[in-house]
């Protein structure tokens, strides 16, 4: 059974910097490509950011220049690195694959950003 566990979330004030980790077990994530996503309350859950197995990047467009996705295949894991986070950055952070065929979904990292 393959578990994806998010941390590193909080609450910080507009303009500063969170790092987010991604640990999946039970699966290898380096031929994956793996992906951030986030859902604000209301609102659907979106990606965000996305790595492939050779670590190219892609961001949706009201994260770049802002947010970096990266990964350790060593150690089976996944980041988000946000900076110049803005209030509507705010929501619960998830990891998984990019894609139709996703692993059972973690419990997310809450980000908090304070005006």
């Known amino acids: 059974q393959v578990q994806l566990v998010e941390s590193g979330g909080g609450l910080v004030q507009a303009g500063g910097s969170l790092r987010l980790s991604c640990a999946v077990s039970g699966s290898i994530i380096s031929l994956n490509t793996m992906a951030w996503y986030r859902q604000a309350p209301g609102k659907q859950r979106e990606w965000v950011a996305r790595?492939?197995?050779?670590?190219?990047?892609v961001y949706t467009d009201s994260v770049k220049g802002r947010f970096t996705i990266s990964r350790d295949n060593a150690e089976n894991t996944v980041y988000l690195q946000m900076n110049s986070l803005k209030p509507e950055d705010t929501a619960a952070y998830y990891c998984?694959?990019?894609?139709?065929?996703?692993?059972?979904w973690g419990q997310g990292t809450q980000v908090t950003v304070s005006s």
């Open positions: 790595i492939t197995s050779s670590r190219n990047t």
């Open positions: 998984n694959r990019w894609g139709v065929n996703k692993d059972p």
